[in-house]
């Protein structure tokens, strides 16, 4: 019997990356050595009530509370490491302490993270790897991305990397998340993984797994990738977003391109056509979503 995984199918598909970004801004990555369970933030052996404190201000803050640990290995009886992280582009910074007790989070300031100001702990000035590989939320998290983690933890960016609790789109499989920039990667597997982490080094995104910024809408985020992609533009800040106008199911963005000036993409929004099971333990099938850039010219 063949067991479904949504990553697989997704690929068969030939499922579009471009645009499938979760819409973050503030982060918090908080060290705890796991089980995660399903719901990490509900689930796991965390000190008691400290779980629903972080739902509670992270839902009311708008900050994405990720659980990480060292790839392959156990916490020992050390501090517990804490990142906080702002995406916004240029501007985007992470900063990060060692708790004596893992409960000391508490007294970290969500509302200011989640408004971008900073928390007055160290600034962490190397980019962040955060590997999702939450396998009790989806089999291909696991199956996929631990791979990816431990191959990065074996080479020169290891003391960048760390194994994360649920990020967003399954299906896409080893995902991975670059911080503080929000650049979220997926289909990788162990060899893309080091052009990702190389590419990081170098200030540059990688286009072919680039599933969009976090700090972006979905469809800036298509807009985004499609001007990279025409004029292969890999630096980090070679595209910068403007203003953005919505009106029904076109998005239109401006963006100051490198070398070209003033840029407006317009995007339209355009539903799914057939159903699929969209994560491994879906219970019913679901449309996808889509963006297709309409127009590219030149701002006035």
């Keep these: ?24 801004r503030s982060f918090l990555l908080l060290e705890h050595p796991g089980p995660w369970g399903t719901d990490a933030l509900r689930d796991a052996r965390l000190p008691d009530g400290l779980g629903a404190h972080l739902q509670l201000q992270s839902r009311r803050h708008r900050v994405r509370v990720l659980l990480v640990r060292r790839p392959g290995r156990r916490a020992g009886d050390g501090p517990t490491r804490v990142v906080a992280a702002r995406a916004a582009g240029a501007a985007s910074w992470a900063e990060a302490a060692d708790l004596d ?3 000391d989070v508490r007294d970290l300031d969500l509302a200011a993270l989640g408004a971008g100001r900073s928390l007055g702990l160290e600034p962490e000035d190397t980019p962040v790897l955060a590997v999702c590989t939450h396998g009790r939320h989806d089999a291909c998290c696991a199956e996929l991305g631990r791979p990816v983690a431990l191959e ?20 896409f499989a080893g995902n991975l998340v670059v911080l503080p920039r929000g650049l979220y990667y ?21 286009l072919e797994q680039l599933r969009g910024r976090s700090d972006l809408p979905m469809a800036v985020q298509v ?3 499609a001007l990279r992609r025409e ?13 953005v106008r919505v009106d029904h199911d076109l998005t239109t ?21 057939d159903a699929h099971q969209l994560t491994c333990t879906a219970r019913r099938a679901s449309t996808i979503p889509g963006h297709e850039v309409v127009e590219v010219r030149t701002a006035t």
């Design 101 to 103: 007790r893992i409960d």
């Design 152 to 171: 990065l933890a074996s080479g020169p960016h290891a003391a960048a990397v760390w194994e994360a609790s649920h990020v967003g789109g399954d299906r």
């Design 231 to 243: 004029h292969a533009l890999v630096g980090l800040d070679d595209v910068r977003p403007g203003a």
């Design 253 to 273: 963005a401006r963006f100051a391109v490198a070398g070209r000036g003033e840029v407006d993409v317009v995007v339209r929004r355009v539903a799914g056509a």
């Design 1 to 24: 019997m063949t067991v479904f995984r949504c990553a697989t199918a997704s690929r068969a598909r030939g499922d579009e990356l471009a645009g499938t970004a979760s819409t973050v």
């Design 186 to 206: 997926g289909g990788l597997d162990p060899e893309s993984a080091r052009e990702v982490a190389s590419a990081t080094v170098r200030g540059e995104v990688l």
């Design 223 to 225: 807009a985004d990738i």
